[in-house]
């Protein structure tokens, strides 16, 4: 039966809000889009998915005239709102992320930051939901199910606003605020766009309360002070995307980068190594249970990103039907097109693949050229980098680096540049002739060019300009099937409090068993035994499990 009402969406320009219109109108729904603040008192429904930063999201609620109509329409708390993520925090009264900002002062209290002396920051990842309230808004759900969280800023339960936590969370032994209800008034700190069927359920809840008039139907309940969550290891699934020789984009892996068959058969050698289409593998992998899928186009978008169709295309669609976080990666970078001499920004570039549906964009050889300025110019910001742009105004969370190293290997460690991180191998990793140490050289323009710094240079630089996460690859691994480079991963773990990635190796499920038990990395990527189906993602979880580590259970 079709819905009695359209669900008036606040899209204010920043992030990837096709994946809430997709999410909305998979359960069913409608949507028309609030262009002028007198929309706002005619709204049935309001769902504000806001991403970004605090300051960036209240700056443009001011400029378009949306604040003062938001708080009245919030005012009595009796009309239905859904605010998603920035969309939850803004009601808050302020945040301490950028300058002093002031929120919608709708609930009590003050966003504050995670203590990254204490904790991986930001917090990305599904974790799982402590229920303060009995809500029609949960009723699709089980206090099982993890949701999936991207924020580096959280608020506190205090005394004031008690009344209003629908759901809290704990990270690192952190309690905070995970998603909030009083009357009609919902919000939540995860993304339920993003935490698969969890998620439109939560959608789907809430929806349908406000159809049937029970959404302001609530009920206390007793809560376990001691009870605790947990950010559950995730499983990325990598999808190198480029065009063959047909001009077909296709999923392609190579062995040590290199992404043409080798084969003895004259017809095939040479050729790109195809193992799909983009949208189906990556559809299939949603099914099979990935917690989160990355398209890294190899080809660097040789064309400039805004004529790359084909590749938005691929968002587009993919986001349609796949509600787990999605990164692209390849030619993240400002773009000058050499027949009108145009040029785009690397912000415009990223913005272009958050607005065609990327959670997450992901930075390579421009995050090597970063890292090199900010370590000739004293480890100061100029505020002009890729990293810089694109963070400040989407958040941390929104950037991804990708460090391509390879090992250098040395037999003492005064054999290298004091400038490097030099790493001990231990027994069980040694070079080919017994070095017991390297360092990690960063690689540009996909492996094919050797620079002269330290993946750990690379890493800590990011974090400073403003990078949430970083994708940690090795080339010496890439395609060799047995296992992550855990020295690598320890060493770049060491030296940054953002969360690391490791890829490059995986060839079997012990190896996911290894590198969580043997390194702190927060996810592991992997790749080509996925697409050849050698190994399935529900038997990685189930070895994650039976080794004591949390997983995501297949929804």
């Given at each position: 039966?079709?819905s009695?009402f359209?669900?008036s969406l606040l899209?204010?320009?920043?992030?990837?809000?096709?994946?809430?219109?997709?999410a909305?109108?998979a359960?069913g729904?409608?949507?028309?889009?609030?262009t002028?603040p007198?929309?706002?008192?005619?709204?049935?429904?309001?769902?504000?998915?806001?991403?970004g930063s605090?300051?960036?999201a209240?700056?443009?609620?001011?400029?378009?005239?949306?604040?003062?109509?938001?708080?009245?329409?919030l005012?009595?708390r009796?009309?239905?709102?859904l605010?998603?993520?920035l969309g939850?925090q803004?009601?808050f009264?302020s945040?301490?992320?950028?300058?002093?900002?002031?929120?919608?002062?709708?609930?009590?209290?003050?966003?504050?930051k995670?203590?990254?002396?204490?904790?991986?920051?930001?917090?990305i990842g599904?974790?799982?939901?402590?229920?303060?309230q009995?809500?029609?808004?949960?009723?699709?759900?089980?206090s099982?199910e993890?949701a999936?969280?991207?924020h580096?800023?959280?608020?506190?339960?205090?005394d004031e606003n008690?009344?209003?936590?629908?759901?809290?969370?704990?990270?690192?032994?952190q309690?905070?605020?995970s998603s909030?209800?009083?009357?009609?008034?919902?919000a939540?700190?995860?993304h339920?766009?993003?935490?698969?069927?969890m998620?439109?359920n939560v959608?789907?809840g809430?929806l349908e309360?406000v159809?049937?008039?029970s959404?302001?139907?609530?009920?206390?309940?007793?809560?376990?002070?001691s009870?605790?969550?947990?950010?559950?290891?995730r499983i990325?699934?990598?999808?190198?995307?480029?065009?063959?020789?047909?001009?077909?984009?296709?999923?392609?892996?190579?062995?040590?980068?290199?992404?043409r068959?080798?084969?003895?058969?004259?017809k095939?050698?040479?050729?790109?190594?195809?193992?799909?289409?983009p949208?189906?593998?990556?559809?299939?992998?949603y099914?099979e249970?990935?917690?989160e899928?990355?398209?890294?186009n190899?080809?660097?978008?040789?064309?400039?990103?805004?004529?790359?169709?084909?590749m938005?295309?691929v968002?587009?669609?993919?986001?349609?039907s796949?509600?787990?976080?999605?990164t692209?990666?390849?030619?993240?970078?400002s773009?000058?097109d050499?027949?009108?001499g145009?040029t785009?920004?690397?912000?415009?570039?990223?913005?272009?693949?958050?607005r065609?549906?990327?959670?997450?964009?992901?930075i390579g050889s421009?995050?090597?050229?970063a890292?090199e300025?900010?370590?000739?110019?004293?480890?100061?910001?100029?505020g002009?980098?890729?990293?810089?742009?694109?963070s400040?105004?989407?958040?941390?969370?929104a950037v991804v680096?990708?460090i391509?190293?390879k090992?250098?290997y040395?037999?003492?460690?005064?054999d290298?540049?004091?400038?490097?991180?030099?790493?001990?191998l231990?027994?069980?990793?040694?070079?080919p002739?017994g070095?017991?140490?390297?360092?990690y050289?960063?690689?540009?323009k996909?492996?094919?060019?050797?620079?002269?710094?330290?993946?750990v240079t690379?890493a800590k630089?990011?974090?400073?300009l403003?990078?949430g996460?970083?994708?940690?690859?090795?080339?010496?691994?890439?395609g060799?099937c047995q296992g992550?480079?855990?020295?690598l991963?320890?060493?770049v773990?060491?030296?940054v409090t953002?969360?690391?990635i490791?890829s490059s190796?995986?060839?079997?499920?012990?190896?996911?068993v290894?590198?969580?038990?043997?390194?702190?990395?927060?996810a592991?990527l992997a790749?080509g035994?996925?697409h050849?189906?050698?190994?399935?993602?529900?038997?990685?979880k189930?070895?994650?499990q039976?080794?004591?580590l949390?997983?995501?259970?297949?929804?």
């Amino acid at each position: 039966m079709p819905s009695t009402f359209k669900v008036s969406l606040l899209d204010y320009g920043a992030g990837n809000v096709r994946s809430v219109r997709n999410a909305i109108r998979a359960c069913g729904y409608e949507i028309e889009d609030i262009t002028s603040p007198s929309q706002i008192d005619d709204a049935k429904v309001i769902v504000f998915p806001g991403v970004g930063s605090y300051g960036s999201a209240m700056k443009v609620l001011k400029e378009k005239g949306y604040d003062e109509p938001l708080r009245k329409y919030l005012e009595k708390r009796d009309r239905p709102y859904l605010g998603i993520c920035l969309g939850m925090q803004t009601l808050f009264e302020s945040s301490d992320e950028g300058e002093f900002c002031e929120g919608l002062g709708v609930v009590p209290g003050k966003v504050i930051k995670f203590d990254d002396s204490k904790m991986s920051v930001p917090h990305i990842g599904w974790n799982g939901r402590i229920v303060h309230q009995e809500s029609s808004v949960l009723k699709h759900v089980t206090s099982e199910e993890d949701a999936y969280f991207v924020h580096s800023f959280y608020a506190p339960i205090i005394d004031e606003n008690k009344e209003w936590v629908l759901t809290s969370t704990t990270y690192s032994g952190q309690r905070f605020i995970s998603s909030i209800q009083r009357g009609a008034v919902v919000a939540t700190q995860f993304h339920p766009e993003k935490s698969g069927t969890m998620g439109l359920n939560v959608l789907k809840g809430f929806l349908e309360a406000v159809e049937n008039g029970s959404l302001d139907k609530t009920t206390r309940l007793d809560v376990d002070d001691s009870a605790e969550t947990e950010l559950v290891k995730r499983i990325v699934v990598a999808l190198d995307v480029r065009t063959n020789d047909h001009g077909d984009l296709v999923v392609t892996k190579g062995d040590q980068y290199d992404v043409r068959e080798q084969s003895s058969d004259d017809k095939t050698k040479g050729n790109v190594r195809n193992l799909g289409k983009p949208v189906q593998l990556a559809s299939r992998y949603y099914s099979e249970g990935a917690d989160e899928i990355a398209f890294l186009n190899i080809t660097s978008f040789r064309q400039g990103v805004l004529e790359d169709m084909p590749m938005l295309h691929v968002l587009e669609e993919a986001s349609k039907s796949i509600f787990v976080p999605l990164t692209v990666g390849g030619g993240i970078r400002s773009y000058t097109d050499p027949a009108s001499g145009q040029t785009w920004s690397a912000l415009e570039v990223a913005s272009r693949y958050f607005r065609a549906g990327a959670d997450k964009i992901s930075i390579g050889s421009d995050a090597v050229s970063a890292a090199e300025m900010f370590v000739s110019n004293g480890e100061k910001k100029t505020g002009e980098t890729a990293i810089e742009a694109i963070s400040h105004v989407y958040g941390a969370q929104a950037v991804v680096i990708s460090i391509d190293p390879k090992r250098v290997y040395i037999n003492n460690k005064n054999d290298a540049d004091s400038k490097h991180v030099v790493v001990d191998l231990g027994d069980s990793t040694k070079g080919p002739n017994g070095e017991q140490f390297c360092w990690y050289q960063c690689t540009v323009k996909g492996g094919r060019e050797e620079r002269d710094i330290c993946a750990v240079t690379v890493a800590k630089a990011a974090q400073a300009l403003g990078a949430g996460e970083i994708m940690l690859n090795c080339i010496d691994m890439d395609g060799q099937c047995q296992g992550y480079d855990l020295p690598l991963m320890n060493a770049v773990c060491a030296a940054v409090t953002i969360p690391v990635i490791a890829s490059s190796g995986a060839g079997k499920e012990d190896h996911f068993v290894e590198v969580f038990t043997h390194t702190p990395v927060k996810a592991a990527l992997a790749a080509g035994m996925f697409h050849r189906k050698e190994v399935e993602i529900e038997s990685c979880k189930a070895a994650i499990q039976n080794s004591g580590l949390p997983a995501r259970r297949k929804q």
